[in-house]
């Protein structure tokens, strides 16, 4: 059997009697991308701090490739890299000679070539001689993975590490990720822009109130609860919207020229090109876009309660 | 694009790590660290052993500059072993840069000895300079050169671990300035850094052998010039029992990352 890349057990955390993180479990298997989202407080990063050490764990275990990150602590942080949401400013150094140097906090001898590599495939070779305050925020974070991957860990924890960058440079990161991932390296990471968790991630947790809510492959995510929105475009405006159409979360536009309808998984829209013709819309058009992770997390999220979730 | 097999893991390379940049860190400013107490010291030196020490002798066969330069070597090793500690772990800790080391193999004991270390070097390294250049004031004896360097050591290192307490209780700039001047600078001035404890009045000279710093002014000097007002076996084991107190406290609070990890 192959011993989980990460594996949290009934792990929980309290700050003042308020539980941040409620007994969550999960395994995150050698090789994966793994989506760790969620809105704001919900837990993420007192997880990810814990499963990096830098906060306690308050309760249940956290094993990274079958060691228990208190007990062989050494070990656990060895195998692990973690780029932290927060970044961290430190001017004593040039970058240079930070990244000569930060393998060794890790047990690792300095290796020239990886240094290199990493530097060249972040494009971070011309800011070399500089110190971290003169950096942009892109570089910044760039600079940060580097610096989580210079030990060579074998799980990779990315805590919102496009915040804040550019587009352009957020393609990059993605392909960088995707190409450590390709080679070997399991990947955590959190991110908000959940377009991004979409394309990238094999499987997805969502965290809400401290509770895992949801943990499922990506694409079986969208599948389940992916409706559909559907615009229904009519010759006529209408003045009302028809009481059928308020079960469809029906909305019609300003003008009543068009009506916004959310298609459940279990409706087609030729169901509901049929219930319109029988009610004699006069329809001119029919849009449908299948909904992304951005509408199912928030409608999760909705739905769930402090204190509700199933902790699958 | 990675290389699958583990690199070897090297137990004391975080140790060494840690140490090489805390050195590293001090020797980067240092015209902080470095310069600016030795111009201070200097300034102490012309003072008290060019100007006024011409004119005062409070220790019977040594001129005043010879009392002097020992207190003020000492007091140099003090406030940098001291300031090094504080300052590196405070910031650290103020930034939010100790999550570079929280997420590492770094043991405790590899965390305290790598700061510990730093902090003796910088402390023995203003100390010997205090020293090189007060020798145009005064040509010191060295009644006992071992003791001189075992217990300018200890200084160094009690302080080091002075040092690593305050920086994981303050919690700003202003408390950490706190305790330079408001703890740490009246133990100096008042632990016979200047004066000899044996010429204060009776309630006054009773009350120093409360100070800390005036077992540590006391044994050097002795150790220096061969005469001080305590026994070497009193300043030692004073000083040691001081030194292994701060050392436990300093390891408890680092053991269970108080402050560190929350």
Known sequence: MTVPALAIDNLSKSYDGQQAVKEISFEIPPGEIFGLLGPNGAGKSTTINMIAGVTR??????????????????????LLGVMHQEVVIDNFFTIDQT????????????????????????????????????????????????????????????????????????????????EINRAGTTILLTTHYL???????????????????????????????????????????????????????????????????????????????ALLCRMGLPVADLETKRAGLEEIFLQITKDVPAGGGNGS | MSDRRLPEFIPWLPFYTLLQKEVRRFLRVASQTLV?????????????????????????????????????????????????????????????????????????????????LAAMLRGMAVGTVVWLISLPFATLPFAHPALVVAMALLTSFLFAQFGLIVALHADSFDALAMYSNFVLMPLIYL???????????????????????????????HALLGQGDLSFATAFTVSGLMAAGAFLWAATLIGRSYRLRN
Not at chain 1, 57 to 78: K, L, W
Not at chain 1, 127 to 145: A, D, E, N, Q, T
Not at chain 1, 164 to 172: A, I, Q, T
Not at chain 1, 246 to 269: H, I, K, N, S, Y
Request: positive net charge; proline residues 5%; glycine residues 10%.
């Open chain 2, 191 to 221: 632990g016979g850094v200047f004066y000899p404890i044996s010429i204060l009045p009776a309630p006054w000279a009773g009350l120093s052998h409360l100070n800390p710093l005036f077992y540590l002014i006391d044994g050097f000097r």
């Open chain 1, 195 to 273: 377009e991004e968790a979409e394309q990238m991630c094999d499987r997805i947790a969502i965290m809400h109130h401290g509770e895992l809510i949801a943990l499922e492959a990506t694409g079986s995510l969208l599948e389940r609860l992916g409706t559909r929105g559907v615009v229904v475009h009519l010759h006529q405006p209408l003045q009302t919207l028809p009481a059928a159409l308020a079960g469809w979360g029906g909305r019609l536009d300003t003008d009543g020229r068009a009506v916004r309808l959310t298609l459940p998984p279990q409706q087609t829209a030729g169901d509901l090109l």
């Open chain 2, 36 to 116: 600016t107490p030795v111009v201070t010291a200097a300034l102490y030196l012309f003072i008290f052993g060019a100007t006024l020490g011409t004119r005062i002798s409070v220790l019977e066969g040594f001129s005043y500059a010879q009392f002097v330069i020992p207190g003020l070597i000492l007091m140099a090793v003090v406030n940098n072993a001291f300031a090094n500690t504080s300052t590196s772990l405070f910031m650290s800790r103020y930034l939010g840069s100790i999550v570079d080391l929280l997420v590492t193999p770094l043991t405790p004991a590899q965390f305290i000895l790598a700061y510990t």
């Open chain 1, 57 to 78: 764990i308050g309760g249940g275990r956290i094993e990274v490739f079958g060691y228990d990150n208190q007990r062989d602590y050494r070990v656990a942080r060895r």
């Open chain 1, 99 to 178: 990244l000569k140097f930060h393998a060794g906090y890790y047990g690792v001898r300095d290796d020239p070539a990886w240094r290199k590599r990493l530097i060249e495939q972040l494009g971070l070779g011309p800011h070399l001689h500089k110190v971290m305050i003169k950096l942009s925020g892109g570089l910044k974070r760039r600079f940060m993975i580097a610096k989580a991957l210079l030990h060579k860990p074998r799980l990779l924890i990315l805590d919102e590490p496009t915040a804040g960058v550019d587009v352009e440079l957020r393609h990059g990161l993605w392909e960088f990720v995707r």
